[in-house]
């Protein structure tokens, strides 16, 4: 097999606004700015903004391209789960909201069980696990 578990994983989606995608995941989560570039006006080319962190195996890639821009279609199942291992803490979801996150209920009561769910400015939903990934399917 080419890939094992220690593979870097790039999650990349179109964002209609980098400016407050970068508050929520950076100022908002703590995610640091892995790379940026900025395209021309040209189709095709776009501006990119990847968020990670240093020790990360994976990163997050938000794409908008000012000439042709791809409007974001998440579904209440599109997630990015968190397994924070611990309690969901207060601040970390209050400076959510004030980096333009919304607090919004599951549609699986399983994430409204063991974490918390926060939309952020495009629509997707990053949910905060309290379990570890360990014991995520334990009951």
Do not use: Q
Not at 61 to 88: F, I, K, N, Q, S
Request: hydrophobic letters at 35%; a negative charge; aromatic letters at 8%.
């Amino acid at each position: 097999m080419p890939f094992n578990g220690r593979s870097h994983i790039r999650i990349a989606r179109p964002s209609r606004d980098l400016v407050a995608a970068e508050r929520f995941w950076r100022e908002g989560l703590g995610l640091g700015v892995v790379w940026r570039a900025t395209g021309g006006p040209e189709p095709g080319e776009h501006d990119l903004l990847m968020l990670g962190l240093p020790d990360a195996d994976w990163h997050l890639e938000l794409v908008h391209e000012p000439a042709r821009p791809v409007e974001p279609r998440p579904t209440e199942e599109d997630l990015l789960v968190l397994y924070l291992d611990g309690p969901v803490p207060d601040e970390l979801v209050a400076r959510l909201e004030g980096h333009g996150g919304k607090r919004v209920p599951s549609p699986n009561p399983y994430w409204n069980e063991w974490g918390v769910t926060i939309e952020d400015p495009d629509g997707y939903r990053l949910v905060l696990c309290r379990r570890g990934w360990s014991n995520a399917g334990a009951e």
